[in-house]
């Protein structure tokens, strides 16, 4: 296990690595900063002063070097539009951000695994077919558009819930929340469902796809011959075979849930790292951008790790495998 993790860390360190370079120089392709942050009323003598300030009149490669010496040091550099230490910006959103990201993912869970599984066990019951057909609605259906109904019909027509912003939150653990106050769970609600509408059709499909696979299996058969009550026999073996996938596919997900909640965030105005990396990305606020793609990425990674473990104690052919290539 020690190895395993030690060649996380090293595949993660080099992701992360290659990660600068793509986006460094990327970003250096497809515009100048300076265009955006001075304006075209300033003189040249300003101009160039500002440029050499910034640095921008190293060549590139410099201009990486100096990064990443800043960066092993732990200073990914201050934001050119809000005169900030980038990462400092980072983690006052990202709260907001998981929030968002956890809310859906539970959604997910707590709807997708039930409907998948009775989708799986009665897989010629109309209800089921109801949710199938709804689950290739929610991959279809865009979610700017979804989120635009979302707030259309629940809080412009039926006025139940607000169409924007975090609400009130409460302290704990020195971050604000938003699930901790009646007004910031209202507030979460439509943003939460909005994000989780692909992910909880994705769930039902994956699970019903595994609830069909597990069914036929030998160990399955054994289990009802012995006399075992139907509930026990999904529970015990034909649900928790089904979660081992699961658990790899929720993992990921919620990686992505949280790296591509900016359209979700627009929407809803949830003041969360999205929003802030759209108006970055508008900006060329290049010191913005870097410092989230590195977060982001490691949150895959960690992620990723986690994955690993759960999956091994889930599953213990994963550890005799292990064990046996050791």
């Not at 190895?3 to 497809?30: D, E, N, P």
């Not at 039926?158 to 106050?181: D, K, N």
């Not at 059709?201 to 069914?215: G, H, K």
């Not at 969360?272 to 508008?282: A, V």
Request: glycine share 8%.
């Amino acid at each position: 296990m020690s190895g395993a993790i030690l060649r996380s860390v090293l595949q993660a360190l080099a992701v992360l690595l290659l990660m600068t370079v793509i986006v460094f120089f990327g970003l250096h392709m497809i515009g100048n900063p300076v265009d955006t942050l001075i304006g075209p009323d300033v003189d040249q003598v300003d101009r160039l002063r500002i440029i050499k300030e910034l640095g921008f009149d190293q060549p590139i490669w410099r201009q990486y070097l100096a990064f990443l010496n800043s960066a092993l040091h732990g200073n990914l550099g201050n934001s050119f539009v809000y005169n900030e230490p980038a990462i400092k910006l980072i983690f006052q959103r990202l709260p907001a951000t998981l929030e968002l990201a956890f809310a859906a993912l539970i959604l997910a869970v707590l709807i997708g695994i039930p409907l998948g599984l009775l989708a799986g066990l009665f897989p010629e019951n109309i209800f089921s077919r109801m949710v199938m057909t709804g689950s290739i609605l929610g991959f279809s259906l865009p979610t700017f558009w979804i989120g635009l109904m979302l707030i259309m019909a629940f809080s412009v027509s039926l006025g139940w819930l607000p169409s924007g912003g975090r609400g009130e939150t409460a302290g704990l653990f020195g971050v604000q929340w938003s699930w901790l106050t009646i007004d910031g769970l209202r507030h979460l609600i439509l943003p939460a469902l909005n994000l989780s509408l692909f992910k909880i059709s994705l769930v039902i499909r994956l699970t019903r796809a595994n609830v069909r696979e597990v069914l036929p299996m030998d160990f399955v058969k054994f289990a009802r011959a012995k006399g075992l009550a139907p509930l026990r026999v999904v529970l015990m073996y034909v649900l928790r075979n089904t979660l081992i996938p699961l658990v790899t596919i929720l993992g990921l997900e919620f990686g992505s849930t949280i790296a591509f909640a900016v359209v979700t965030e627009s929407i809803f105005a949830w003041p969360g790292s999205g929003k802030l990396i759209l108006d970055s990305i508008n900006a060329l606020d290049r010191p913005v951008i870097v410092a989230y793609m590195m977060v982001i990425v490691c949150l895959f990674v960690t992620l990723n790790l986690i994955v690993d473990v759960l999956y091994k104690v889930l599953d213990p052919r994963v550890r005799v495998e292990a064990e046996v290539a050791a």
